[in-house]
């Protein structure tokens, strides 16, 4: 026997050949088409892909709650279609709607789900104490499971999920909408079980630094496989194409903007006051400013490849392949009136209490016209209740606030006809189709006759939904949905947008083209206040403050707060790494 030949049971899972369409309407969606590819045993696995690239069917698939159309699916040696029950007795599958049961204890949860795996009761104590002292849950035992944060209600459907460790453990996306110290905190549980119990395990993930974290990758597009292996083996073919650029402050959106639809790029990110460049060919810095014409205020340093380029990069060479364009659209917005030192919301010691606990505590900012605020903060920390009082849709307990020059305390009404507001999970109507919701925000917005039919035609254009406009929105992509929530926003053309987690969840050529429309909004003064989990999109903003039940931490420029918080000896720390190390200082003080 030839030992170079993968045997069988190094491998958990093993597709050949498999097929799977849906049918949505009149529209035919193919989910897999054609695929082939072996997950290996013992190790974590990621499945990398846009929105619509098949990932969720292909766990369903995996989990015996779908059927193939055609090709072959084993899994831990047994048939997916025929052996299905045996399959669904060997793995775990945590979709990203983990079925916690909100009005039961965490205990509760736990107990319930111990009988419906059919765990004894004698064996039950020593794996829960196992369990919550993994996921740091033992002092919420309870605690009812709708009361917790996001990242709670994560590790305790992860908890459960592991009540009976599984051969092979399916999680489907289970960090979206986690804070980074929650996603840091999972990470650790998925590796100490495959280090402990021998566990395989296959997750999806829509932040790419995480598919660094796997020890192989599956990307995939539209249901077709572009590449397997170790993410450095995406990465390492762009080094000599990555760049840092710092000019001046007051250009870099626009210095982004005019790279990032050249054909000669793959990527251009602004990231706190540099702009991370990816070129199509291999160059070095004086050929890099000659080729793109760069001014010699604009100072240059080579950059090492991360696994995103790499997935940038594939995704564009397969669009580009089918005949599609990948350039960035911008939205157009009347200019907004006023000076940039304008401060259109005030914040002054702001507080909002829920019989005796305190969701926001004293908090203190303020925001300039055309600026690009983040709100950043763990689960819990009053970010979204921070966002609902500045938009008037709840009213403060203190302080004073004020937002385009009203007192949000006196005149509510005339504020919020100047504020757009999009909310963290998709506020629209969902049995409406797209032009409906478009109709109904528009006329809510006080629009009507001629300028309403501009507006919603405008809104179509600009987002790319004609195609879409008779389909009901709950059928909609991910990236849709956040492209139309985002259109209904703007109907009016606000002076300010609040975008609570607006792209959480979304792939990541989505991701770059909603911040094109923010950056294209904010040169045109309108002033954007963002909350997100996704620390990367925080180098985007002007400046962040970062929260912590209820109150301040810190806030300054992105570049300030890496330079002083930071873990020792690290010299190019990243937002994500000064938010842990900032939350971790003052837990421990």
């Known amino acids: ?22 049918v949505s309407g009149k529209k035919t969606i193919v989910a897999l088409d054609d695929c082939s590819f072996n997950v290996k045993s013992g190790i974590v696995t990621g499945l990398i892909g846009p929105d619509g690239a098949g990932k969720n069917t292909f766990m369903r698939l995996c989990s015996g709650l779908l059927v193939p159309e055609a090709g072959s699916l084993k899994v831990l040696g047994f048939d997916a279609t025929s052996d299905f029950l045996d399959v669904q007795a060997n793995i775990r599958y945590m ?58 209600k994560q590790k305790l459907g992860l908890a459960c999920t592991l009540i009976k460790p599984p051969r092979l453990l399916i999680l489907d996306e289970p960090t979206v909408g986690v804070d980074p110290v929650s996603r840091r905190e999972l990470w650790q549980i998925v590796y100490s079980q495959v280090k402990e119990q021998g566990m395989s395990v296959l997750l999806s993930t829509a932040y790419l630094d995480e598919a660094e974290r796997c020890q192989e990758v599956i990307l995939m597009h539209e249901g077709h496989v572009l590449g397997q292996g170790v993410p450095s083996s995406f990465s390492r073919p762009l080094s000599g194409h990555c ?72 995704l564009k060479k397969r669009l580009v392949s089918l005949g599609r364009s990948v350039k960035f659209k911008i939205i157009t917005h009347k200019k907004v009136a006023g000076s940039p030192e304008d401060e259109v919301i005030v914040v002054k010691n702001l507080k909002r209490r829920f019989g005796d606990f305190y969701a926001v505590n004293g908090i203190s900012f303020t925001v300039k016209r055309g600026e690009v605020f983040g709100l950043l903060g763990a689960n819990g920390a009053g970010k979204t209740t921070t966002f609902r009082m500045l938009c008037g849709l709840l009213p403060a307990s203190e302080g004073e606030l004020y937002v385009a020059g009203k007192n949000l305390r006196k005149a509510r009404a005339k504020a919020r006809e100047r504020i757009g507001y999009m909310a963290q999970k998709f506020s629209l109507y969902e049995d409406l189709t797209v032009i409906q919701n478009l109709n109904f925000f528009s006329s809510a917005y006080g629009l009507h006759g001629k300028r309403q039919k501009e507006r919603v035609q405008w809104a179509l254009d600009a987002f790319d939904l004609k195609e879409e406009e008779n389909s009901i929105s709950r059928d909609l992509p991910l990236g849709f949905k956040q492209r139309l929530a985002l259109a209904a ?72 707060l890496k330079s002083r918080y930071h873990p020792p000896g690290v010299t190019n720390p990243t937002m994500e790494d000064t938010f842990i190390t900032l939350i971790e200082m003052k837990e421990a003080s």
């Not at 170079?4 to 097929?19: K, L």
């Open 1 to 22: 026997m030839d030992q170079s030949q993968p045997r069988q049971e190094d491998f958990c899972i093993v597709a050949s050949g498999v097929r799977k369409h849906f």
């Open 95 to 152: 979709p990203q709607r983990f079925g916690l049961y909100e009005d039961l204890t965490v205990q509760e949860n736990l107990d319930l789900y111990s009988d419906l795996l059919g765990v004894p009761p004698d064996k039950r104590k020593a794996r829960y104490e196992i369990l919550m002292k993994m996921t740091g849950l033992a002092p919420f035992t309870g605690r009812l499971a709708g009361r917790l944060s996001g990242g709670m």
């Open 243 to 314: 760049f840092m650029l710092k000019g001046p402050r007051k250009k870099k959106r626009q210095i982004q903007r005019e790279l990032a639809n050249r054909d000669e790029v793959i990527d251009a990110l602004i990231l706190g006051e540099k702009i991370r460049l990816v070129t199509m060919d291999e160059m070095g810095p004086q050929e890099l400013r000659k080729t793109f014409d760069l001014s010699e205020d604009i100072e240059i340093e080579g950059s090492e490849p991360r696994f995103e380029d790499a997935f940038i990069y594939l």
């Open 489 to 560: 926003a703007l109907m009016h053309e606000p002076d300010i947008i609040f975008l609570d987690e607006p792209t959480s969840g979304v792939d990541p050529l989505a991701r770059r083209q909603f911040w094109a429309h923010i950056n294209s909004l904010a040169e045109a003064g309108v002033t954007i206040m963002v909350t997100t989990h996704f620390m990367e999109e925080a180098e985007y903003c002007d400046r962040v403050v970062i929260m912590k039940r209820g109150r301040i931490l810190a806030k300054g420029t992105p570049e300030e």
